[in-house]
């Protein structure tokens, strides 16, 4: 997609003011019993709708670019996309750092391999890291080859990538978890469909998930005496694994896209 970026960053006339190579503000660090405190409510002046709506328009043409080639501003646009509607002045920062780190990236590319075609899922979450106590779930789908214990992933290109907020107020990060390995299981039903229709038998779906007590929930091999709290229709996880649609592993965190 040469040249895409600097069509959109003539579109809405925005000039680099630095180099940005992150594109979202991170989270201020936490130590002790503050790292479980969910983080402050946006408390600067509100725009006007004028204001709102270019903010709609530059995410709605950044998020096409995003979702073929640019999966890292995910993240940053499905936060905005979750605040436009009541945007705000740091809503706008947020924007900005965005078309700032489009322009000092403006090419991103995907390398694609050809593989055995079976789907591999990486899930994971982000616990009490958005707004309102909301938690932030994540998935990485590539077309791949079946994982092997104690051996290095062979990854591939993405086809597919979720980034976004949970609906529920997740009570620990096994909740959380576990609410990740659920969405990223209803996204990965539809693609191994469409897969066997393709001609691609899918053997169980490999998903990576770096929480054992998710994995172990959904493996059935934990005592779930202290799940009873969480989300109910979490647990629909487990049936599939029982029914060997999919094979939840524990990975630790770092083999974790």
């Given at each position: 997609?040469?040249?895409y970026?600097?069509?959109?960053l003539?579109?809405?006339?925005?000039?680099?003011?630095?180099?940005?190579?992150?594109?979202?503000?991170?989270?201020?660090?936490?130590?002790?019993?503050?790292?479980?405190?969910?983080?402050?409510?946006?408390e600067?002046?509100?725009?006007?709708?004028?204001?709102?709506?270019?903010?709609?328009?530059?995410i709605?043409?950044?998020l096409?670019?995003?979702?073929?080639?640019?999966i890292t501003?995910?993240m940053?646009?499905?936060?905005?996309?979750?605040?436009?509607?009541k945007?705000?002045e740091?809503?706008?920062?947020?924007?900005?750092?965005?078309?700032?780190?489009?322009a000092t990236?403006?090419?991103?590319?995907?390398?694609f391999?050809?593989?055995?075609?079976?789907?591999?899922?990486h899930?994971?979450?982000s616990?009490?890291?958005?707004?309102?106590?909301?938690?932030?779930?994540?998935?990485?789908y590539?077309?791949?080859?079946?994982p092997i214990d104690?051996?290095p992933?062979?990854?591939?290109g993405?086809i597919?990538?979720?980034?976004?907020?949970?609906?529920?107020?997740?009570?620990?990060?096994?909740?959380?978890?576990?609410?990740?390995?659920?969405?990223?299981a209803?996204?990965?039903?539809?693609?191994?469909?469409?897969?066997?229709?393709?001609?691609?038998?899918q053997?169980?779906?490999?998903?990576?998930?770096?929480n054992?007590?998710?994995?172990g929930?959904?493996?059935?091999?934990?005592?779930?005496?202290r799940?009873?709290?969480?989300?109910?229709r979490?647990?629909?996880v487990?049936d599939?694994?029982?029914r060997?649609q999919?094979d939840?592993?524990?990975h630790?965190g770092?083999?974790?896209?």
């Amino acid at each position: 997609m040469s040249g895409y970026i600097k069509k959109l960053l003539q579109r809405f006339q925005h000039e680099l003011r630095k180099a940005q190579h992150s594109p979202y503000k991170c989270a201020p660090k936490a130590y002790g019993k503050d790292a479980q405190l969910p983080l402050p409510l946006d408390e600067s002046p509100k725009i006007d709708k004028k204001r709102v709506t270019r903010i709609q328009q530059i995410i709605g043409a950044i998020l096409y670019y995003a979702r073929c080639v640019d999966i890292t501003l995910l993240m940053s646009l499905s936060t905005i996309a979750h605040e436009q509607t009541k945007a705000t002045e740091n809503t706008e920062l947020s924007v900005t750092q965005i078309l700032d780190y489009c322009a000092t990236h403006p090419n991103a590319k995907i390398r694609f391999r050809a593989s055995a075609m079976i789907l591999n899922i990486h899930s994971d979450a982000s616990y009490l890291n958005a707004p309102n106590a909301r938690s932030r779930i994540g998935g990485h789908y590539f077309l791949g080859w079946l994982p092997i214990d104690n051996q290095p992933i062979k990854l591939n290109g993405a086809i597919h990538v979720i980034s976004t907020i949970l609906k529920f107020v997740a009570a620990s990060a096994a909740e959380a978890e576990l609410g990740a390995l659920f969405v990223n299981a209803k996204e990965g039903c539809i693609i191994r469909l469409i897969l066997h229709e393709l001609g691609h038998p899918q053997p169980p779906t490999p998903i990576h998930c770096d929480n054992s007590t998710a994995a172990g929930i959904a493996n059935n091999t934990v005592k779930r005496q202290r799940s009873r709290s969480m989300e109910m229709r979490y647990f629909w996880v487990a049936d599939q694994v029982e029914r060997k649609q999919f094979d939840v592993k524990w990975h630790p965190g770092q083999e974790n896209l």
